[in-house]
């Protein structure tokens, strides 16, 4: 088996609209800090009345492959994780293959695990390529998702979008072990029944599953080994982020069970994990994107040979921890320019254009 398949290139897409959650506050009469201090949040990415996962996905895709050194024919497998899905049975893969113009002796499948459908799909393009079953063809594999919640749902303030595109041929942006933590539980924390356009979501449960999680996969990496040197050694920890705050209560969590003082968990949250969020606080939760927003900002700048973790967590659920290397293209960060030109294109909107922008969306779900 070889291990020299990893991510070969990352492209970002994010909306052009923002509201800022201070915004929704004042729409429904909530003191904003609870929105930006008690969950964590800033902003909250929407999508035009144009925009929607297919375009997202398309945007990061487009990017992708034009700073890969490969072509569409390269491309064997295209595996799309999404829980933004347009029909139960045409995948939304089929959707971004036909605006790409990728057609001919391809696989291409969505897959669909809450916000772990990302992951997943990145899994198994890798297995793909480990297991020789790719014949020297590289994988695009895209995480994309609009996260809307019913009108005053308690979820609102954590909605977003965005889509992340990575290509899997040779790791020159990260290396992925072969080795990774998976841990699954059947529970009903956050589903969407056919037909219905909003999730439901018991909130409690959901942040304990995330938690228990999180303990889980993190147990399993460490083993016998001691926990301070094994967490220390990496130089960032990724986590998925249904909203900022919730990371931080996972991680306090986890230090707590492994018996490290506050103070030390503090320490390990704010040189590990703090700066890995950047992103997520202006993207909102992204769904299956969410963590690999969360890795790409992790990986800038980043030598060769660091490595880091990414905790995926998917509600339902299913969650898997792995374990990521920089790769040479890692110090240059060439996605970083699609963030920062999304963020500096988009518009804020205010709170009657966002009720204006969420009766389309009813219209339209
Ligand atoms: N100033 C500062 N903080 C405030 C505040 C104020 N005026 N008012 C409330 N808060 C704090 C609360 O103390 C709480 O913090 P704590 O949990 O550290 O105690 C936080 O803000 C949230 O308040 P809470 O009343 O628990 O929020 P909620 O019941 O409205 O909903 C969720 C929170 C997470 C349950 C909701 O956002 C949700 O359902 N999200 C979707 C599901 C999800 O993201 N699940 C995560 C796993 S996938």
Partial sequence: MSTEAGIA????????????????AELRNIDPNKFTKGL????????????????????AAKRALSRWNGSIEDIGLIALGTETAKDMSRPLSAWVAEKLGLSGAVRSYEVKHACYGGTLAL??????????????????????DVALYSLKDPGEPTQGAGAVAMIIDE???AAISPVSFPYSNPAFDFWRPVGDSFPSVV???SLDCYKEATEECFRSLIGD???????NSYRAMCFHVPFPKMVKKAVLHLGETLGWSPEETE??????????????????????????????????????????TAFSYGSGYGAELLQITAGPAAASAAWLADVEADLSARESVDMWEYETLRGHARASA
């Fill in 203 to 205: 909130g409690q449960l």
């Fill in 9 to 24: 290139s990352v492209g970002i897409q994010l909306p052009s609209l923002y509201l800022p959650v201070t915004e929704l």
């Fill in 225 to 231: 080994r001691d926990s301070r040197e094994t967490l």
């Fill in 267 to 308: 320490e390990l949250y704010r040189s590990k994990v703090e700066d890995t969020l950047e992103w997520n606080q202006l993207t909102g939760n992204a769904y299956t994107a969410s963590l690999w927003i969360s890795v790409a900002r992790a990986l800038v700048g980043l030598r060769e040979g660091t490595p880091i």
């Fill in 123 to 144: 899994r198994q393009a890798l297995e793909w390529k480990w297991s020789g079953a790719s014949a020297g063809k590289a994988a695009l594999v895209i995480a994309s």
């Fill in 171 to 173: 790791p020159t942006v």
């Fill in 40 to 59: 964590g949040c800033r902003d909250i990415a929407l999508c035009s009345a144009d925009e929607d996962a297919v375009s997202l996905a398309v945007g």
